[in-house]
DNA sequence: TCCGTAGTTCAGAAATTCGGAACTGTTGAT
DNA sequence: ATCAACAGTTCCGAATTTCTGAACTACGGA
């Protein structure tokens, strides 16, 4: 397997931001991410509304979000925890994460503050 | 010529407001026009950066923008006049578009306070 | 009526997305 | 050591979407 490519936080582009968001079930997924306390692994989120998501799928939706810039994935074991860098993305395009969040109606407590 | 749709306020679905945004020459556009006191027209907007759009994408970008809920376009004579709909979308998406505005450092002044 | 301009629609090529099947890497059991 | 089970990735073909030149429509002026 490949080694898995997280941006530095200077490479992030807005754009692959509001792309890797654009999509309801990736933005699901995050907004999950960003409430789970400890990292979630992926076939934890398997399924989140009415439909399961092919595993296949859910890989490639998690490495949209990680090359974003939106996540951190490592390899713990066989799985994989994945967790937002939501501190430092705040830090580098203000408000943003959290408008995004609010406009889907899926604003987790941790966020609400700041 | 088929008439225009636009969303009504409460049908704009944030997935397709990122979606729109997340094609940086769409964004530019929408910079543009939000910095634009008067409606921008369609052939004003052709050269943003260095390359010249043409005009089939560009008449698309606007239709992605207008249908998302972004823009108004009306006919005034032959040409387009096209404004943002930003204090309407600011309602529904409380400080999404500057947030997004300001990610692509293109916060225009009069989003500034508010 | 005929022309020029602004923008839209059409259509085919190119690029992207989706997801099943095969594969990789890790753990635990025998 | 070998095997099986499991989590997730990669591959690849089908379906969908995007892009843009060319044709077309709509309006205004001469």
């Given at each position: 397997m490949r080694p898995l490519f997280h941006p530095a936080l200077e490479d992030i582009k807005p754009e692959a931001i509001l792309y890797a968001?654009?999509?309801?079930?990736?933005?699901?997924?995050?907004?999950?991410?960003?409430?789970?306390?400890?990292?979630?692994?992926?076939s934890a989120l398997?399924?989140?509304?009415?439909?399961?998501?092919?595993?296949?799928?859910?890989?490639?939706h998690f490495k949209v979000l990680r090359e974003s810039g939106l996540i951190v994935s490592e390899r713990q074991g066989v799985e994989m925890r994945n967790q937002t860098r939501c501190a430092e993305l705040d830090e580098r395009f203000p408000g943003?994460?959290?408008?995004?969040?609010?406009?889907?109606?899926?604003?987790?407590?941790?966020?609400?503050?700041?």
């Open positions: 968001l654009s999509d309801p079930e990736r933005a699901a997924i995050y907004a999950q991410l960003a409430g789970a306390a400890c990292g979630n692994t992926c398997a399924e989140l509304g009415d439909r399961v998501i092919p595993k296949s799928s859910l890989s490639n943003l994460i959290k408008a995004i969040l609010t406009a889907y109606g899926q604003i987790p407590e941790q966020l609400k503050t700041g």
